[in-house]
Nanobody
Framework: KVQLVESGGGSVQAGGSMRLSCVVS????????MAWFRQAPGKEREGVAA??????????DSVKGRFTISTASEGNTKYTLYLQMNSLKPEDNAMYYC???????????????????WGQGTQVTVSS
């Protein structure tokens, strides 16, 4: 069974940095598309960044140059997905979710409903 567990959220002042982690376990597929989404109160969920098993990455315009997505493999069935967030802004306040899929093409990375696997989320609070 594939499981995703996020961690690393918390509170930080504007201009600060934070790194989110998402441990993906039980993942036996040879390829992946993994992504971070976020949802702020009263707003729609939006894609933040994605990375596929070829190393191709995609970013939302609002985070380009500030956020970096990466993965680390820990054996054949376990990965850790990271989101390094620098120069944080109050508008980055949101619940952050990781998602994974074994067949979705990165061109469709923003379509959160198409991912087969997702985590429960971790809260990021940025104060001004």
């Amino acid at each position: 069974k594939v499981q995703l567990v996020e961690s690393g959220g918390g509170s930080v002042q504007a201009g600060g940095s934070m790194r989110l982690s998402c441990v993906v376990s039980g993942y036996t597929y040879s390829r992946y598309l993994m992504a971070w989404f976020r949802q702020a109160p009263g707003k729609e969920r939006e894609g933040v960044a994605a990375i596929d098993s070829d190393g191709t990455t995609r970013y939302a315009d609002s985070v380009k140059g500030r956020f970096t997505i990466s993965t680390a493999s820990e054996g054949n069935t376990k990965y850790t997905l990271y989101l390094q967030m620098n120069s944080l802004k109050p508008e980055d306040n949101a619940m952050y979710y990781c998602r994974a899929d074994n067949s979705l093409w990165i061109g469709y990375w923003t379509q959160s409903a198409n991912y087969n696997y997702w985590g429960q989320g971790t809260q990021v609070t940025v104060s001004s």
